[in-house]
Every structure is written in structure tokens, then in C-alpha cells.
T-cell receptor
Framework: AQKITQTQPGMFVQEKEAVTLDCTYD???????LFWYKQPSSGEMIFLIY??????QNATEGRYSLNFQKARKSANLVISASQLGDSAMYFC?????????????FGAGTILRVKS | DVKVTQSSRYLVKRTGEKVFLECVQD?????MFWYRQDPGLGLRLIYF???????EKGDIPEGYSVSREKKERFSLILESASTNQTSMYLC????????????FGEGSRLTVL
């Protein structure tokens, strides 16, 4: 069975600094996708970044980058130049790559607080 | 603007009541999902559907059922609500394919007294 582990229940970071949110995963499928979502206090889930298991390069989207280490089964999210608006819950998720019925499995989440 | 709409943001029900949570998406997505979110547990999949009238159990289907009579609508049903079903319920949809992300609704916070 697929599993996602986020070991940091909460993190603090100083505004304008970079922060890394940890995510490890476990799967026996050779083909899978990894996602990060942000959930502000308002509750909506915002998609941030995606990494496919066969992608050669780490994914980047603006200030977000995914540090993908396949051998270690880790997919850490790096947020550069943190902003106050980055304070939120962050979820790592994984999906197998079946064509039909593939589902996302989520980790428990990490609460990030950005300090001014 | 793409949208997943959940019918109620907040509901309060009594133990034993039948509860319907409705979800509608306007993106013509094949796949739809119901998750529940609890502190410390993240999001757990209850049921999903990859086509009209098709449904698959997720990781925690007990006590729930679903209905998908039309492509755009996916309903979650609690036949007899219990206090341990007090939670945030999130509906999501996505297109068929390998890399598409999930689009989520705003969530329905259900309290069962």
C-alpha cells in the first residue's frame, strides 16, 4: 500500500528565509506522481507543484521547488524567500499512475508559520 | 474559472440522521473524490468515482455511501450519522490522465451531536 509520511507537525520560519518541508513516501509502483498542496486558514486546497517519478529534473514553480531524491524516497518542498502569506498547512500527496481510478494518498500535513 | 462547489459549508446534524453532502464540478472531469480531513491524520479517501454510476471504495468507506448519477455531481451519504463522523469533508475532481492535479471544493464541516 502507498504511504506518505510528513514528520514535522509544525515549523517556524523567519520572513524572507527559505524553509524545507519534509515528505517521504513508500510505494512499490515504479510509476507514480508526487504533489504538494497548501491549505490556508480559509480552508481551500491550493495545488503547488507536481513531480513525476520519471522526471529527470526537480520540479520548480516560482518560489516553490521540489527536492526529489528517488533512492531515498523523499520529496521535500522548498519554499524560498518566505512570505507572511505562506503561513498555512502543507500536504504532501502521492498518486499511482494507473489510467483509471488512480487516487491521491495524503500525508498528515505540516503547519508552517512565517514570522515577521 | 474552474470550480468545485460543495452545497453546504457548515452542517449540524443529530446522531442517527441521514446526511447528504453534495458536490458539483463544472470542468467536465471524469474523476471525483470524497475525502475527510481530521487533525493529525491529513486527508483520507472515503470513496471515488471515475465515471458516471461507477464508484470505488477508498481507505475509510465504512458508514458512507456515494451516488454519481450525472458526470458533474458526486454525492456523499451518511445513512445514519454518528459522532465519530464529525469532520471536514472535501470533494475534489480531476481529469483522466497521469499528471492532472486535484481541484478541491471549499469543504463541508459537519458536526454530529
Amino acid at each position: 500500500a502507498q504511504k506518505i509520511t510528513q514528520t514535522q507537525p509544525g515549523m517556524f520560519v523567519q520572513e524572507k528565509e527559505a524553509v524545507t518541508l519534509d515528505c517521504t513516501y513508500d510505494t512499490s509502483d515504479p510509476s507514480y506522481g508526487l504533489f504538494w498542496y497548501k491549505q490556508p486558514s480559509s480552508g481551500e486546497m491550493i495545488f503547488l507543484i507536481y513531480q513525476g517519478s520519471y522526471d529527470q529534473q526537480n520540479a520548480t514553480e516560482g518560489r516553490y521547488s521540489l527536492n526529489f531524491q528517488k533512492a531515498r524516497k523523499s520529496a521535500n518542498l522548498v519554499i524560498s524567500a518566505s512570505q507572511l502569506g505562506d503561513s498555512a498547512m502543507y500536504f504532501c500527496a502521492m498518486r499511482d499512475q494507473k489510467e483509471y481510478g488512480n487516487k491521491l494518498v495524503f500525508g498528515a500535513g505540516t503547519i508552517l508559520r512565517v514570522k515577521s | 474559472d474552474v470550480k468545485v462547489t460543495q452545497s453546504s459549508r457548515y452542517l449540524v446534524k443529530r446522531t442517527g440522521e441521514k446526511v447528504f453532502l453534495e458536490c458539483v464540478q463544472d470542468m467536465d472531469h471524469e474523476n471525483m473524490f470524497w475525502y475527510r480531513q481530521d487533525p493529525g491524520l491529513g486527508l483520507r479517501l472515503i470513496y471515488f468515482s471515475y465515471d458516471v454510476k461507477m464508484k470505488e471504495k477508498g481507505d475509510i468507506p465504512e458508514g458512507y455511501s456515494v451516488s454519481r448519477e450525472k458526470k458533474e455531481r458526486f454525492s456523499l451519504i451518511l445513512e445514519s450519522a454518528s459522532t465519530n463522523q464529525t469532520s471536514m469533508y472535501l470533494c475534489a475532481s480531476r481529469n483522466r490522465g497521469y499528471t492532472g492535479e486535484l481541484f478541491f471544493g471549499e469543504g463541508s464541516r459537519l458536526t454530529v451531536l
